[in-house]
């Protein structure tokens, strides 16, 4: 049975009683509480997440990549080169044939061998076709962790080499070219970079300006950098984790606001109902009876008593 318009339900368990008891939620307190919890929630599910399953995916597809790499067969480079609609190109095993241009030596700096410092040795291979390739050489070790070591140059004449794709590394910002001990230095592997190092255009394998990383026991090769392992790593269970954060925090909020709400009815239901008492000076009601104010008479003495039983013997 529904209220009449304009009559609101003001009985215990309706909905204008629920509402005046959730008035609590509008303090200051609860308020910035439920603007943490959903900002927090937003970012579990639209940045946390997909950032922590984005890179479960990448790891995975660079996973299956190497994987599938390990027993194809090396295809010839120009292949790649060739083909601009080429795709999933990074780790694939290749072959390049063609001569190391002569002082074309770059260092990467900032590097690490076997847990040491060390620097990444660069050069420019020139293909039997003309095209020039940025060729990765491998790491070798800094001398007292700080200084370059000799590097020898790569071997002269044609050369037959085989290594994997990698892709450009990008730039880092504020880390530029420098010139240093007599070598040219660079922060990472970028071949728009290395292009204008070298003053010349690289060829890029595409999708993303892949070069040629040796492998071990390649002419002019060093330590080839170790392959990464095969392991999808924590970040699948990272992203549900921050998923589970996104659901759980309202829940949190939810609850602490029911135990809120628990706590107040149990406090109304403990605490004694006043008695209104009368004030001092009050008129008596009419239908009160009235209180008879006539002093109670004394008991009768025991001379009395004797007179009662065998009359007054005074004359």
């Known amino acids: 049975m529904t209220d009449p318009p304009g009559v609101t339900d003001e009985r215990p368990g309706g909905v204008m009683s629920l509402l005046r008891r959730l008035t609590f939620l509008l303090r200051p307190s609860w308020l910035i509480l439920a603007v943490v919890v959903v900002a927090f929630a937003y ?40 083909d601009p609609e080429a795709r999933d190109t990074e780790w694939r095993r290749v072959v390049a044939t063609g001569s190391y241009v002569p002082g074309s030596t770059v260092l990467e700096r900032l590097q690490r061998l076997n847990d040491s410092p060390a620097y990444g040795v660069l050069a420019e291979f020139r293909l039997d076709d003309g095209r020039t390739l940025l060729i990765d050489r491998g790491l070798i070790a800094a001398v007292d962790g700080a200084r370059i070591p000799p590097i020898a140059e790569p071997p002269a004449g044609p050369q037959r080499l085989e290594g994997r794709v990698r892709k450009s590394e990008g730039v880092i910002p504020g880390k530029e070219p420098m010139t240093q001990d007599g070598y040219r230095q660079v922060y990472s592997i970028d071949a728009d970079q290395l292009s204008a190092v070298y003053g010349a255009p690289l060829a890029t394998v595409p999708p993303d300006g892949g070069f040629l990383q040796l492998t071990d026991g390649q002419p002019g090769a060093f330590s080839p950098p170790p392959l990464p392992q095969l392991d999808a790593g924590p970040y699948l269970s990272y992203g549900l984790q921050w998923i589970a954060f996104g659901i759980m925090a309202p829940l949190g909020l939810g609850y602490f606001a029911w135990a809120e709400l628990r706590e107040r009815r149990r406090e109304r239901a403990t605490t004694p109902t006043p008695v209104p008492t009368e004030p001092l000076g009050a008129t008596t009601d009419s239908t009160t009876p009235p209180t008879d104010t006539t002093p109670a008479p004394n008991p009768p003495s025991n001379a009395d008593r004797l007179a009662d039983r065998y009359g007054n013997t005074r004359r």
Not at 60 to 66: A, C, G, T, V
Not at 71 to 81: Q, S
């Open 43 to 82: 970012l579990c599910f639209t940045i946390l997440a997909p950032w922590q399953l984005g890179k479960n995916n990448s790891t995975s597809h660079r996973n299956d990549l190497i994987a599938a790499s390990v027993n194809a067969a090396p295809v010839d480079i120009t292949t790649l080169l060739n």
